[in-house]
């Protein structure tokens, strides 16, 4: 399978605990994309990489909210101290230069308990 | 600010065309209106996206008014697979590295 790929598919942890998740987007996507999905809501825009730059980061991305893109390939979202309304799906997308066709994993879906 | 507005859900009987409207009043010239549908449970996926002219592709068709402010998903002969949350999503310009999601259409394709 050659799609964006994310793992792990589901995280339970407890609050306080710190969580990684982890994407493998389409090989030579320059571009990355974290988003945030809850119940019954569209998904909402975190943050974007271009290869290993991270160039745009929404206001949603708390201080307790770090991602990385270490060599422009894979990357990681960590969420420390993790709180309950941090509970939601953590979707991870990749796309060429543009936006234009943003391909989609099948998503982190974290429940804080 | 959802720069779109959609039903909250329509329902089409299988293999008839299902029509989704959707409109973008406020839409600059060098913004492209996206349309993604995302599956229960999966990732959202890319359908189809235009400028100003119609477009077709193996998915869908997107015809979009003359003036730009409103637009038309259209699947031709939908099936039961196609019973999704539809977006429509107006992107470009200075951001065209994000899309921003509104709470689509609910389709349901009924047999």
């Known amino acids: 399978d050659t799609g964006v790929s994310q793992d792990p598919r589901h995280k339970i942890t407890k609050r306080g605990q710190n969580v990684t998740f982890r994407c493998d987007p389409i090989?030579?996507?320059?571009?990355l994309y974290w988003y945030r999905q809850t119940l019954g809501q569209g998904p909402e825009f975190l943050t974007y990489?271009?290869?290993?730059?991270?160039?745009?980061k929404s206001r949603l991305l708390s201080d307790r909210f770090s991602a990385e893109r270490p060599k422009g390939s894979f990357s990681t979202l960590e969420i420390q101290r993790t709180e309950q309304g941090d509970s939601a799906m953590y979707l991870c997308?990749?796309?060429?230069?543009?936006?234009?066709?943003?391909?989609f994993g099948q998503g982190t879906r974290l429940t804080v308990v | 600010d959802a720069k779109t507005t959609q039903p909250t859900s329509m329902d089409c009987a299988e293999g008839r065309a299902a029509n989704l409207p959707c409109n973008h009043s406020?839409?600059?010239?060098?913004?492209?209106v996206y349309w993604y549908r995302q599956i229960h449970s999966q990732g959202p996926q890319y359908i189809i996206h235009?400028?100003?002219n119609n477009e077709t592709n193996e998915m869908a068709s997107l015809i979009i008014t003359e003036d730009r402010k409103s637009s038309t998903l259209i699947l031709p002969h939908a099936t039961l697979r196609d019973t999704a949350v539809y977006y429509c999503?107006?992107?470009?310009?200075?951001?065209?590295?994000?899309?921003?999601f509104g709470k689509g259409t609910l389709l349901t394709v009924n047999p």
């Open positions: 235009g400028l100003k």
């Open positions: 090989s030579e996507h320059n571009r």
């Open positions: 997308a990749s796309s060429p230069q543009s936006i234009t066709e943003a391909f």
């Open positions: 990489f271009q290869n290993e730059a991270q160039l745009e």
């Open positions: 999503i107006v992107s470009g310009g200075g951001s065209n590295y994000k899309l921003t």
């Open positions: 406020t839409i600059s010239g060098n913004e492209y």
